[in-house]
């Protein structure tokens, strides 16, 4: 059996029916990653002793005859902004570069009480701050479709993972785009849930009021059974929302008759790739030829979408990572000579450019005189960008839009031009923007080869109604079905 | 919306920074640049609209006022870059 092919829903399955032992599995993805890893470096770290060890406990549990939860013996990614008790968590910086968490974020703990095996932590933009994966300081992940090409970012690690069936699922962060974007960019199913759908208790702060952590998955029904098991309130984060989680796995097979689907004018724009264009409205067709019913609305404030995330954004990040100082965690400069010093030391060799970039902007748009220019019309210019949402919620379920406007690029091509880059999340800061859940679907594929992204819209906490119409697109487009073997796995 | 290399020095100063002058220059223009790009935003009336700092309308979070377990001293410090006994060692602030 080749467990690297096998979902998550499906490796449930071999468990339960005894075919595989959750050590068996564990193995079969760990040599799977040693023999990826080199060309991909989809990892900061894979931590195999620790993860055969929970497999092991896993496989002890059953015989003795305990129940065991939704992920038992299935093993899942972690992005490396996300804290594990024990385990490095470094962001993707030098400035964390020996950080180790004294506790784990509640989705790792949440994962861990049903049975999930925590593999280890992928490849990131240094604190979330890129659409590439170029920003790591501990090097670059490379597309597992193309190794010329970046995998998106900055969940770039966790999507290339998934991607080369390295782990049946991953978990990202997603603040302007980082889970939806990446997950594009590979090919793989990606999933944003709703702003406070998740706790973020351990997720190492961005954005605060942007930052949400979502699932990679094979499988539209994988992200559901992953966003099952790390939902709801918790009394650690005071943003968490009280909205019971309603079972998104429960209706999942429902259909889309009757479902009203918004196709937003704005969001095709000169921008948008031809290819990317095309295939987004044949995923449209698709949808209505299932029973749904599609219709061109207008959301007029959507090209205010990035200035005012890259000003909320980053004036968000200035203040969060203030608290990295050298004092409490992280690494400490050496050779300054006062506390003053320490600090300014410190901060400027344990950062990376584009972070100190973000820093300086997010200082600049906060600081006496800019205040009320940028920041403050940032906000208010985020609730005109709210509004479209609520309106064209009025009138449709779900919105369908292009996730990224190009397929991956080369790793190099975008690095010296920051607004470039910053123009790839025009598509997907706006939903961080509002707070609602979207999903990012493999929809087709460029004459290059490289994987096109379709993104899917819902509203607040419809998690269930969006992961529904991504489910029954996903099964009329047999894109799991059609997968051909990497460039990779045809050189070996 | 010009940066100078001084003001984005300035700025430097504020967010504990340090750069080399070359860098200096860089971060001038490539703030200039995102500042010009987002001088959009004042193209819309917001007069009328209220700011977005909170998503969610379900107010502040309170818990009850009990006690609870919380870090040991050594779990605290066990990523102290520096400590002197149960403290965070910091360089000398008052000479």
């Known amino acids: ?161 998934v991607a080369a069936e390295m782990v049946p699922a991953a978990l990202g962060s997603d603040t302007g785009g980082s889970i939806r974007q ?115 609305v207008s959301m007029p404030n959507t090209r205010f979408s990035v200035p005012t995330y890259y000003l909320v954004a980053t004036a968000e990040a200035s203040s969060n990572l203030a608290r990295y100082d050298g004092v409490r965690y992280g690494v400490r400069a050496q050779d300054h000579r006062d506390l003053r010093s320490m600090y300014h030391k410190t901060r400027s060799q344990g950062f990376g450019s584009e972070v100190k970039r973000r820093i300086m902007l997010g200082t600049y748009s906060l600081s006496s005189g800019y205040y009320d220019a940028y920041y403050l019309q940032a906000m208010k210019s985020r609730s005109l960008i709210r509004r479209d949402f609520e309106e064209a919620f009025r009138e449709v379920d779900v919105l369908a839009t292009p996730t990224t406007p190009c397929p991956a690029f080369r790793l190099g091509e975008k690095l010296k031009r920051p607004l470039e880059m910053y123009l790839l999340d025009i598509y997907t800061a706006t939903i961080n923007l509002a707070g609602v859940p979207a999903v990012s679907l493999p929809c087709g594929w460029s004459k290059q080869g490289l994987p096109l992204g379709v993104q899917l819209i819902g509203s607040h906490f419809q998690e269930p109604v969006l992961l529904r119409v991504a489910r029954t697109y996903e099964k009329a487009r047999r894109f799991r079905e059609e997968r051909h073997a990497l460039p990779l796995e045809n050189k070996a | 919306m010009k940066i100078t290399p001084e003001e984005a020095r300035h700025i430097a100063a504020l967010a504990y920074l340090d750069f080399s002058d070359q860098e200096y220059e860089a971060l001038a223009t490539h703030l200039s640049d995102i500042l010009d790009y987002v001088e959009m935003l004042r193209e819309l009336d917001t007069s009328n609209v209220s700011p977005t700092s909170h998503l969610l309308e379900s107010g502040e979070a309170f818990r009850d006022d009990v006690g609870r377990p919380s870090l040991s001293e050594t779990e605290a410090l066990a990523n102290a870059p520096e400590r002197g006994g149960d403290h965070f060692k910091v360089p000398k602030i008052i000479g």
């Open chain 1, 182 to 296: 990446p997950g594009a960019l590979c090919g793989v199913p990606a999933l944003k849930p709703t702003y406070g759908r998740v706790s973020r208790y351990g997720l190492v702060a961005f954005a605060s009021s942007l930052d949400q952590i979502g699932p990679f998955g094979k499988t539209v029904e994988d992200l559901a059974l992953v966003l099952d098991v790390i939902a709801g309130h918790d009394a650690c984060d005071s943003t968490s929302s009280d909205v019971p989680a309603e079972h998104a796995l429960d209706g999942l097979e429902g259909g889309v008759e009757g479902i009203r689907i918004g196709v937003p004018r704005e969001y095709f724009s000169s921008e948008l790739d031809p290819e990317v264009g095309r295939s987004v409205e044949e995923a449209v067709k698709l949808l209505e030829s299932l029973g749904a019913r599609a219709r061109s």
């Open chain 1, 1 to 161: 059996m080749d467990v690297h092919r096998l979902s998550v829903r499906e490796l449930r399955a071999a468990f339960e029916e005894r075919q595989l032992s959750a050590e068996e599995i564990c193995q079969a993805l760990l040599t799977r990653i040693e023999r990826l890893e080199p060309h991909l470096h989809a990892f900061i770290r894979v931590t195999a002793e620790e993860a055969l060890e929970q497999a092991r406990d896993i496989d002890r549990r059953r015989a003795a005859g305990e129940q065991l939860g939704a992920l038992a013996a299935v093993p899942i990614a972690v992005k490396d902004n996300i804290c594990t008790r024990g385990v490095l968590t470094t962001c993707g910086s030098k400035i964390l570069q020996n950080h180790r968490p004294i506790y784990d974020a509640t989705v790792c703990r949440r994962l861990r009480q049903a049975g999930a095996v925590l593999i280890g932590k992928t490849n990131m933009d240094e604190f979330a701050m890129g659409s590439s994966t170029e920003n790591s300081a501990f090097g670059p992940t490379r597309n597992p479709w193309s190794l010329e090409c970046v995998p998106g970012g900055s969940s770039g690690g966790s999507a290339a993972a």
